[in-house]
Structure formats: C-alpha cells, structure tokens
C-alpha cells in the first residue's frame, strides 16, 4: 500500500513505518554525538514508545548504555490500519539498539493494569534483577478504572469561564479559534484520575513489594509549567490540577524511596515541544511555534533528544540540577527565561494569523507534527509501496 498522512480533526490515523524509522534513527544518531555519562543500568520507562518517552529512552541507552525496558499502548498493523507510530518506533528502536549488545525489552498494554505491573515485575525478576530508574512518561485520554470497570476520560478544560485560544488546522494550514470550555467537578476528577501521580505511585508501590528497586533508586516524571499565554487552558485549567496531583505524588514516592533505598522521586519541568496533543490545546501551537522561531534565532533551541539526555547526564546523574522552590527539576529554564518569555509573547500578541504561519518557527513545528508520525522525511520516498503485511509479522521484542 501507499501510505499518505490520514488526519481525522487534527489527528494523525495513518503511520508511516519507514518514517517513523527514520525519526528513531535519528535520536539514535544525535545520542551518539553527545557525551557519554554515568547513569543507570536498568531502567523501565512507562510510555517510552514517542515523545519525552521514547528521546529518554535513546538517550540513556545510548548515552549511559542502559539496559530498558518500556512500557506502551500501540497498535499493531492489521488490514488496511497501518499500526501507529509508537509501534514502529518500538519496532525500529529493537532494530538498531541491537548493537548496544544491551537487553531492550517492550511491553504493549494497558499500563494502568494491575496485570501489565505484574509481568514486568515478573520479567525484572528473572532478567533485570533490580531497576536503577524508573521513568513516568505516560500520556493518555483515557484510564480504565479495573474496579468499577469503567473508561474514565481526561478532559482539556479551564477552571473559570470558557477561553478561546488560536490554534493550527495541520491539513489546511490554517489558523482557526478553538474554545475550552469550563470543567465540571468530576471533569477535573476524572482528568487528575487519568493524568495525575496515583498510577506513577501505583508502579513504584508495586515494584518496592516485589523487591526490584536497586539501592539509590530513582524516578521521574514530566511536568509542564509554561508561561501566562498558556495559564488559562493548561496550568490553570484541568490538565493543571492533573500536574499538580503528580507533583503531589512526587513528595510521596520521594519519602518512600529515600527510606528504605536512599532513593529519590523527581519532577522535572520539560519544555514544550511538538506533540499530539499540542493542537487540541488552545495557544499551544502558536506559542511552540513563537518559541521555536525565539530560541533558534537565540541558539538555545533544543531538540527533544537533546533536552532529555541534558535531563539526564548534567541534572538528574550530573551536578548542574536546577531546582524550584517546590522542589521541581527545571530543565525548562532555557524556555522560560525572562527574555525568551517576552520575546515569544510579544510575537504572538504582534503578527497576524498570516505572518505567524509564514514563521520558520510555525513550519518547524507543523514538520515535526507530521514527522512524529513518519511524515515528511526527505529521505523517504512516500510514493512507493510499502508491503504492510510482511512488516506485520515484524512484533516489538
Ligand atoms: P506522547 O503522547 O508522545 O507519549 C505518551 C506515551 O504514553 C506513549 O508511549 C504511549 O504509548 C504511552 N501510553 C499512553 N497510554 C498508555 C497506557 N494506557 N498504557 C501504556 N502506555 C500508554 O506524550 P509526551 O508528549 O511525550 O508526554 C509525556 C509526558 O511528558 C506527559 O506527562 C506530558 O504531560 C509531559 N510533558 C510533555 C511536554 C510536551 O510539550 N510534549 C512538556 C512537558 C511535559
């Protein structure tokens, strides 16, 4: 089959395998053109198939020469479905991360079950022995609650009145008005329920009583805290309310693991990036692609892979940590600089809808959307077939 970007309302139905290929070949490279560090031997990452997952688990493999294992929620290829890009990032990372000679092990289900927690406990258990670090990188709309047996859903949704904010229309590249609406107590439930710390709180209480967690264990999540164009929908709205229950968690976890392992539990604020999510979040798109323009012309602009492994190799295992006065790891400093903040902000208030699509900023973000779903690599020649049936039979390890 020929496979060309299918977009439903902004989002991406089709994947392209050789692209998402070349996406993990690409982290990989950049991995290796960094500097090396003393890290963690054995890490498991839940959500480590795309975004922050996916570039932490590159960076440490390839950077500290891990041994992973990576927890996700991907579809397979099945008729004329072409699988989703995680699953071809899985796929593919197996493939090169063959000449780490490192074990790298992938688990697709529902992270949230008691019983995925159970067979990777079972799988550290005869071939880990311990964990070093465990990464929290989910991100879902949805969680199943096993005991009432009901799909809770997250809901992207402000705490006052409805905003409006601008975002892109990825196939007509456009920029068109997307309003949230105001969130109802269970909203806000529901949305803590699936984004928030008590799953995070879940594995780390699973694998302690299983007895995987080595001495000086730690862990991770990403937050997000970004600046006054954003406040409104994200770190005021319900997506906030879900930071700030993981933040919560983080302090729990933390006393948990510095008792009993001289361990810690982290937070560390990531900057935005392009993500799947981003258009379904009024601003965020106009604010990324202002960021991007900013930063590059200020050469502080980082890739996603480059960000994670500096997450890892100067703060979370170097000596060059920032810290908040809560405690949060603030890797985002470069983003949230004073003037990077107003430069980006005065962008978005100043340039018309037409001048913001015309940005390199807004066009690097609108590549990196398609490329997170194996689009619009210049290496790949997208006219030719792609034989999905025999690639099927080609299953994460
Ligand atoms: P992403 O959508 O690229 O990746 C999410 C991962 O979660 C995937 O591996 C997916 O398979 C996995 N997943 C989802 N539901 C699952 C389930 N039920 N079981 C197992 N795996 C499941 O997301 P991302 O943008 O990399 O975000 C990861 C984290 O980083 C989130 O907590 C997000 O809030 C945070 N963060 C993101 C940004 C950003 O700009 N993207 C900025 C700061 C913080």
Redesign the pocket.
């Given at each position: 089959m020929i496979i060309e970007p299918n977009i439903r309302s902004n989002f991406f139905t089709s994947a392209h395998p050789f692209g998402c290929r070349q996406n993990v070949l690409n982290q990989i490279n950049e991995a290796k053109s960094l500097k090396s560090f003393e890290g963690p031997k054995n890490v498991l990452i839940?959500?480590?198939?795309?975004?922050?997952?996916?570039a932490s688990r590159i960076a440490l493999a390839y950077g500290s020469n891990a041994n992973t294992i990576?927890?996700?929620?991907?579809n397979e290829p099945k008729a004329s479905k072409t699988g989703s890009a995680?699953w071809w990032n899985n796929i593919y990372f197996q493939e090169f991360a063959k000449e780490t000679k490192n074990i790298h092990k992938d688990f697709v289900?529902?992270?949230?079950s008691q019983e995925?927690k159970q067979d990777v406990m079972s799988y550290i258990k005869t071939h880990f022995g311990h964990i070093d670090l465990v990464i929290?990188?989910?991100?879902?709309g949805a969680?199943m609650n096993y005991s009432t047996n009901e799909l809770v859903r997250s809901h992207i949704k402000t705490l006052g009145e409805d905003a409006v904010g601008k975002t892109i229309d990825v196939v007509n590249k456009e920029i068109y008005d997307l309003t949230v609406t105001q969130a109802s107590e269970q909203d806000v439930k529901d949305t803590v329920y699936v984004?928030g710390g008590s799953d995070w709180y879940d594995w780390l209480k699973a694998l302690d009583q299983a007895n995987v967690l080595n001495q000086f264990v730690k862990t991770v999540?990403?937050?997000?805290i970004g600046g006054p164009t954003t406040v409104k929908i994200y770190r005021g709205g319900t997506?906030g309310k879900a930071?700030e229950d993981?933040e919560k968690h983080a302090a729990i976890i933390d006393a948990l693991l510095k008792e009993k392992y001289q361990g810690e539990a982290m937070i560390s604020?990531?900057?935005?990036?392009?993500?799947?999510?981003?258009v379904f979040i009024p601003q965020m798109t106009i604010y990324?692609s202002c960021l991007y323009e900013v930063m590059i012309k200020h050469n502080v602009h980082e890739s996603i892979l480059k960000h994670k492994h500096r997450l890892f190799s100067d703060m979370i295992y170097g000596d060059k940590r920032i810290l908040d006065d809560l405690n949060r790891i603030r890797l985002?400093h470069l983003e949230m600089d004073e003037h990077i903040q107003k430069e980006t902000i005065d962008m978005m208030m100043r340039l018309s809808n037409e001048e913001l699509l015309q940005l390199n900023g807004t066009k690097i973000f609108l590549r990196d959307f398609y490329q997170?779903n194996g689009f619009e690599f210049d290496s790949i020649d997208y006219t030719q077939e792609v034989n999905i049936e025999s690639l099927s039979e080609l299953q994460p390890l």
């Open positions: 839940i959500g480590g198939s795309s975004g922050y997952g996916l990576n927890v996700s929620f991907e995680g289900g529902d992270a949230f995925m929290y990188s989910l991100a879902s969680r984004m999540s990403y937050t997000y997506l930071k993981l604020s990531s900057k935005a990036v392009t993500t799947k999510a981003s990324v985002d997170i």
